[in-house]
């Protein structure tokens, strides 16, 4: 059974930084062209593909937030991060780690739909 634990969430004020990281148990990434990506909600809005990357290592970000986040994995702990600079209120929203089922194109790897598996996300609030 694939299980996805979110954590590293919280309150920063603008311009603070926060590191997400996604505990992954009975789930294989290396070797199968799977994805992993970090999703988020804002209230009132539909979800949205912030950064994935894809088996073995292609990455793919958002427009809101290339140059400021930074998607990474250890393999050997099967652990998914999001490294996330310059965060603005705008960046308010639950964070859901994601997962695919199987080999998946970069493109499409910010799509919620391609995702199989989902943690059951974590809250980051930005305060101005």
């Known amino acids: 059974q694939v299980q996805l634990m979110e954590s590293g969430g919280g309150s920063v004020q603008a311009g603070g930084s926060l590191n997400l990281s996604c505990v992954a148990s009975?789930?294989?990434?290396?070797?199968?062209?799977?994805?992993m990506g970090w999703f988020r909600e804002a209230p009132g809005k539909e979800r949205e593909g912030v950064a994935s990357?894809?088996?073995?290592?292609?990455?793919i970000y958002a427009e809101t937030v290339k140059g400021r986040f930074t998607i990474s994995r250890d393999n050997d702990k099967n652990i998914l991060y999001l490294q996330m600079n310059s965060l603005n209120p705008e960046d308010t929203a639950m964070y859901y780690c994601?997962?695919?089922?199987?080999?998946?194109?970069?493109?499409?790897?910010?799509?919620?739909?391609?995702?199989?598996?989902w943690g059951k996300g974590i809250l980051v609030t930005i305060s101005s």
């Open positions: 990357i894809c088996d073995p290592g292609t990455t």
């Open positions: 009975g789930y294989t990434y290396s070797g199968r062209g799977r994805c």
């Open positions: 994601a997962a695919t089922l199987g080999r998946v194109l970069s493109d499409a790897a910010l799509r919620p739909t391609i995702m199989k598996y």
